[in-house]
């Protein structure tokens, strides 16, 4: 069962667009957290290196050079390098990602990245 409502705008706001990132007050967008703008489109990110690749968890402004700060897992410019075991080659061909940094070894490998057979030790 569905309900419908009918919500009467703010003043001023009868005609008004603020996107999925704002709600109209008083004829004005106001806008969440990390959105800016004429209906609330522009993203913090939008000044960083490709937007740093959807793998940011902010975009910092500095004597005019804008830098993403990386979630973890993620480097460069754009944070669009792998450094966990999500990157191919980690896990060496002998092992699956089970965490951001862990490989889960195939049976018969071992060590960081399963590189090791268990025949070695």
Request: proline share 4%; charged share 20%.
């Amino acid at each position: 069962l569905k309900h419908v409502c009918s919500v009467d705008p703010s003043p001023g706001c009868e005609d008004k667009s603020c996107g999925l990132h704002g709600a109209c007050k008083n004829g004005e967008c106001v806008c969440e957290e990390g959105y800016s703008g004429a209906g609330c489109v522009a993203s913090k990110f939008d000044s960083c290196p490709n937007g740093c690749t959807g793998r940011g968890s902010d975009c910092v402004e500095e004597s005019g050079t804008f830098t993403c700060v990386c979630q973890p897992g993620f480097s460069g410019p754009s944070c669009a390098i792998s450094t966990g075991c999500e990157s191919r080659s980690f896990c060496s061909g002998h092992g699956e990602c089970i965490a951001e940094d862990t490989c889960g070894c195939d049976s018969g490998w071992t060590g960081l990245s399963c590189s090791r057979t268990t025949d070695s030790l």
